[in-house]
């Protein structure tokens, strides 16, 4: 079989395709910028040049195709370029696995990208075509490296929005594993999986570990889910996707992305990674410590 990838080059897809090519299952990946997607996915991926939201350049790719992985970048109109792929590819038969959100967000009064992907999975549900949805958790790779490690750098401090709760943070490459084997059984179909880590983690908890980590001390620095759109928005961001932001951090500090799944192992027959495992193997935490300046 083949599996088209779409968001081949984002934090996911990359995993995807490469859990597919452990599989020895084909990947053909669907990209706007062929060049940089060279760059990132594993030497010998069939890679297309198009814009998935093109109806020739979407269904010249999936020709063929079996399976589709569906990620689309975190966006306004995400939903509307979702929503055309999948009435494009609707009667080819091709099966859909769709990449969503967090599973407690996913509701029509959700944070706004995920209304969006509510509305995207109750058209993909009654849209007659074969479908699975994987409803990931927050990514380690997002908030732990793009955003702790960064401010750790910058001050020793950790930002922490989220007072005392937790999150069952999950990493990107467990979920790349996951979608790759829904992609390629349909034992699968017609479910909606929700990937976590195996326990919720604290910001204060992933404070310790980095400072054991780096042997310099490191602290949380306590601000709220306001001070977040605020400062997103100073920064440029635009309203709705700061107000998204700060919907999910209220979400968090709520409690409600604490959740612990069975799903990972059930898909991969092992245990999801940890926040430890993360650290332990992360590259800018090998060697000399995290200087803030």
Same mark, same amino acid.
């Not at 996913?106 to 849209?127: F, M, T, Y």
């Given at each position: 079989?083949?599996?088209?990838?779409?968001?081949?080059?984002?934090?996911?897809?990359?995993?995807?395709?490469?859990?597919?090519?452990?599989?020895?299952?084909?990947?053909?990946?669907?990209?706007?910028?062929?060049?940089?997607?060279?760059?990132?996915?594993?030497?010998?991926?069939?890679?297309?040049?198009?814009?998935?939201?093109?109806?020739?350049?979407?269904? =010249?790719?999936?020709? !063929?195709?079996? +399976?589709?992985?569906? %990620? *689309? /970048?975190?966006?306004?109109?995400?939903?509307? @370029?979702? $929503?055309?792929?999948?009435?494009?590819?609707?009667?080819?038969?091709?099966?859909?696995?769709?990449?969503?959100?967090?599973?407690?967000?996913?509701?029509?009064?959700?944070?706004?990208?995920?209304?969006?992907?509510?509305?995207?999975?109750?058209?993909?549900?009654?849209?007659?075509?074969?479908?699975?949805?994987?409803?990931?958790?927050?990514?380690?790779?997002?908030?732990?490296?793009?955003?702790?490690?960064?401010?750790?750098?910058?001050?020793?401090?950790?930002?922490?929005?989220?007072?005392?709760?937790?999150?069952?943070?999950?990493? =990107?490459?467990?979920? !790349?594993?996951? +979608?790759?084997?829904? %992609? *390629? /059984?349909?034992?699968?179909?017609?479910?909606? @999986?929700? $990937?976590?880590?195996?326990?919720?983690?604290?910001?204060?908890?992933?404070?310790?570990?980095?400072?054991?980590?780096?042997?310099?001390?490191?602290?949380?620095?306590?601000?709220?889910?306001?001070?977040?759109?605020?400062?997103?928005?100073?920064?440029?961001?635009?309203?709705?996707?700061?107000?998204?932001?700060?919907?999910?951090?209220?979400?968090?500090?709520?409690?409600?992305?604490?959740?612990?799944?069975?799903?990972?192992?059930?898909?991969?027959?092992?245990?999801?990674?940890?926040?430890?495992?993360?650290?332990?193997?992360?590259?800018?935490?090998?060697?000399?410590?995290?200087?803030?300046?």
């Amino acid at each position: 079989m083949t599996v088209l990838v779409v968001g081949a080059t984002g934090t996911v897809g990359p995993h995807v395709v490469r859990a597919l090519a452990a599989l020895d299952v084909p990947a053909r990946a669907l990209a706007r910028d062929a060049d940089r997607a060279r760059t990132i996915l594993p030497a010998g991926t069939d890679i297309r040049p198009g814009d998935p939201g093109d109806d020739d350049d979407l269904l =010249a790719a999936a020709d !063929g195709a079996e +399976a589709l992985f569906l %990620l *689309t /970048s975190h966006d306004h109109r995400m939903a509307d @370029l979702q $929503l055309r792929i999948i009435r494009a590819l609707r009667r080819t038969g091709i099966r859909i696995v769709k990449l969503s959100g967090t599973s407690s967000a996913i509701n029509p009064d959700g944070p706004q990208a995920c209304r969006q992907h509510w509305e995207i999975e109750q058209v993909l549900a009654a849209s007659g075509q074969p479908y699975a949805v994987l409803r990931p958790n927050a990514f380690m790779q997002t908030l732990i490296d793009q955003i702790m490690l960064p401010a750790v750098k910058a001050t020793g401090a950790i930002p922490n929005a989220i007072g005392a709760a937790g999150i069952s943070f999950i990493n =990107a490459r467990d979920v !790349g594993e996951c +979608a790759a084997r829904v %992609l *390629t /059984s349909r034992q699968w179909d017609g479910q909606s @999986l929700v $990937l976590t880590g195996p326990r919720a983690v604290g910001f204060a908890e992933i404070a310790g570990l980095v400072s054991a980590k780096t042997g310099q001390p490191v602290g949380t620095r306590e601000i709220t889910p306001a001070d977040i759109r605020i400062q997103l928005e100073q920064r440029g961001m635009a309203r709705w996707e700061a107000e998204h932001f700060q919907e999910m951090y209220q979400l968090f500090r709520d409690g409600r992305s604490e959740f612990v799944s069975g799903d990972v192992e059930r898909l991969l027959g092992r245990p999801p990674g940890t926040v430890e495992d993360h650290l332990a193997a992360h590259p800018d935490l090998a060697g000399a410590p995290l200087d803030a300046s």
